[in-house]
């Protein structure tokens, strides 16, 4: 993944596959302070990821300054984020794009795919 810098943020776009659908999506902040993978509700609707009610549980994220969104956190099967597919992977369904511009890679992806992070040649391997 190639990083673009966004004032002063790291921007990376992804390939999102969930039921047999993809879509590309651009402007994910490549979070390395934030446990947790969060997707917009409305932007990954359209690969039939949705909030599962029954098996996922309500969250509060918290960023920099202390403020709160309620979130949706839950574990998800064969999900695959570029080219790592996911047996089961946590995370978080909420609403991000409108209030913050974009989704977050946390470093729960960074850990379980193997990322690297090359800041001098702006790539994620």
Not at 115 to 122: F, G, K, P, Q, S
């Given at each position: 993944?190639?990083?673009?810098?966004?004032?002063?943020?790291?921007?990376?776009?992804?390939?999102?596959?969930?039921?047999?659908?993809?879509?590309?999506?651009?402007?994910?902040?490549?979070?390395?302070?934030?446990?947790?993978?969060?997707?917009?509700?409305?932007?990954?609707?359209a690969i039939g990821l949705i909030i599962?009610?029954?098996?996922?549980?309500?969250?509060?994220?918290?960023?920099?300054?202390?403020?709160?969104?309620?979130?949706?956190?839950?574990?998800?099967?064969?999900?695959?984020?570029n080219n790592h597919l996911f047996d089961?992977?946590?995370?978080?369904?909420?609403?991000?794009?409108?209030?913050?511009?974009?989704?977050?890679?946390?470093?729960?992806?960074?850990?379980?795919?193997?990322?690297?992070?090359?800041?001098?040649?702006?790539?994620?391997?």
């Amino acid at each position: 993944m190639k990083i673009q810098m966004c004032d002063g943020l790291p921007l990376v776009s992804v390939l999102l596959s969930y039921n047999g659908k993809i879509m590309q999506l651009n402007d994910v902040l490549l979070d390395t302070g934030c446990s947790t993978t969060i997707f917009d509700t409305d932007e990954v609707e359209a690969i039939g990821l949705i909030i599962d009610r029954t098996n996922g549980r309500p969250r509060r994220m918290y960023g920099v300054g202390g403020e709160s969104e309620l979130c949706y956190e839950q574990i998800v099967s064969d999900i695959k984020i570029n080219n790592h597919l996911f047996d089961s992977f946590q995370l978080q369904l909420g609403i991000t794009k409108e209030t913050y511009g974009f989704n977050g890679l946390g470093i729960d992806f960074m850990i379980e795919s193997g990322a690297i992070i090359d800041l001098r040649e702006m790539l994620v391997k």
